[in-house]
């Protein structure tokens, strides 16, 4: 299977902070997506991001499919945004391989 | 309106016994899984389903048997349990652009 690695493991921030996390595969993928667990479980997808660039809010995300690498980039953070953040990746839509996710502590 | 709904919410009971969980979505999706998310949070794809046909079986006990009765629906029936198969297990749904919409999971605790 496809091998997913995310850094850093732990990550506290004081509210109002920036923050980049990382996504490193081992092969290339046709799908990538990042997920947010808040602290009640519920995970929700952030983006669909095979390539190139997105933004939503205080959140965007860069994937370089030809380095086998994605970033998620957190500005202004806030007490909301706490919680697990998985990187999931995937030849086709069928099975994803999740990294062993990113956990964020924002504090106020 | 739930997209994706999972029932039930929690799930306690003794070793050797057999449960279902069951899953819905309402978004017209024609692909729907389950996975696993073990007591170190790592998520783990079971099975996935495409128009009520399995895809993936990703080498689970077969124990574990899910149910598809039509695309809006996949249960997943366990037999037999076993302490090491309390975790959390999610059901999602996507179109085939892959964009994935997760339940809120089942807690599932084998005691």
């Known amino acids: 299977g496809i091998q997913v690695e995310q850094s850093p493991p732990d990550l506290i921030l004081q509210e109002g902070a920036n923050s980049t996390l990382r996504c490193n595969f081992s092969?290339?993928?046709?799908?990538l997506q990042w997920f947010h667990q808040n602290p009640w479980g519920q995970l929700i997808n952030l983006f669909y991001?095979?390539?190139g660039t997105k933004q939503n809010g205080r959140l965007s995300a860069t994937t370089v499919a030809t380095e086998r690498y994605s970033l998620l980039y957190i500005s202004s953070s806030q007490t909301t945004d706490s919680g697990v953040y998985f990187c999931?990746?995937?030849?086709?839509?069928?099975?994803?391989?999740f990294g062993s996710g990113t956990k964020l502590n924002v504090k106020p | 309106d739930t997209a994706v709904s999972q029932t039930p919410k929690y799930l306690v009971t003794q070793m050797g016994n057999d449960k279902s969980i069951k899953c819905e979505q309402n978004?017209?999706?024609?692909?729907m899984y389950w996975y696993k998310q073990d007591s170190k949070k790592f998520l783990k794809i079971m099975f996935s389903?495409?128009?009520?046909?399995?895809?993936i079986n990703e080498t689970v006990p077969n124990r574990f048997s899910p149910k598809s009765p039509d695309k809006a629906h996949l249960n997943l029936h366990i037999n037999s349990l076993e302490l090491g198969d309390s975790a959390v297990y999610f059901c999602?749904?996507?179109?085939?652009?892959?964009?994935?919409?997760f339940g809120s999971g089942t807690r599932l605790t084998v005691v």
């Open positions: 999602a749904s996507s179109p085939p652009t892959g964009i994935y919409t």
């Open positions: 092969d290339s993928v046709n799908n």
């Open positions: 389903y495409n128009n009520k046909e399995l895809i």
């Open positions: 978004l017209g999706h024609d692909t």
């Open positions: 991001i095979p390539s």
């Open positions: 999931a990746v995937g030849h086709n839509f069928n099975k994803f391989y």
